[in-house]
């Protein structure tokens, strides 16, 4: 069984930075497209960026782009996700995911990942 563990939520007050870790039991790592999802309180989870298997390039929701940084290790098995310029709507529990698709790694929906960490909370006071 794949085991996603997230870390680096908390408090953060406007305008400043956060990074989260995701680390997982998967092997190999880099054989996952790896997505960041986010959910608020009485909302729907929502897409916030994904990866490709190598980590070159990454894919981000409008809401989050020119803001957060998504990242892979997998020498390490860990993905990261770079949070700056924090604001209020950002706040919400933050889960990583891992895809095992091997033709795409633009992966947007939630029934196209096959595991997910159990979330960290993120909250930005105004």
């Known amino acids: 069984q794949v085991q996603l563990v997230e870390s680096g939520g908390g408090l953060v007050q406007t305008g400043g930075s956060l990074r989260l870790s995701c680390t997982a039991s998967?092997?190999?790592?880099?054989?996952?497209?790896v997505g960041w999802f986010r959910q608020a309180p009485g909302k729907e989870r929502e897409f916030v960026a994904s990866?490709?298997?190598?980590?070159?390039?990454?894919y981000y929701a409008d809401s989050v782009k020119g803001r957060f940084i998504i990242s892979r290790d997998n020498a390490e098995n860990t993905a990261y996700l770079q949070m700056n310029s924090l604001r209020p709507e950002d706040t919400a529990v933050y889960f990583c995911?891992?895809?095992?698709?091997?033709?795409?790694?633009?992966?947007?929906?939630?029934?196209?990942?096959?595991?997910w960490g159990q979330g960290t909370q993120v909250t930005v006071s105004s």
């Open positions: 990866i490709s298997w190598s980590g070159e390039t990454g």
């Open positions: 998967a092997r190999p790592f880099s054989s996952f497209v």
């Open positions: 995911a891992l895809s095992g698709s091997v033709s795409n790694w633009i992966r947007t929906k939630i029934r196209e990942y096959d595991y």
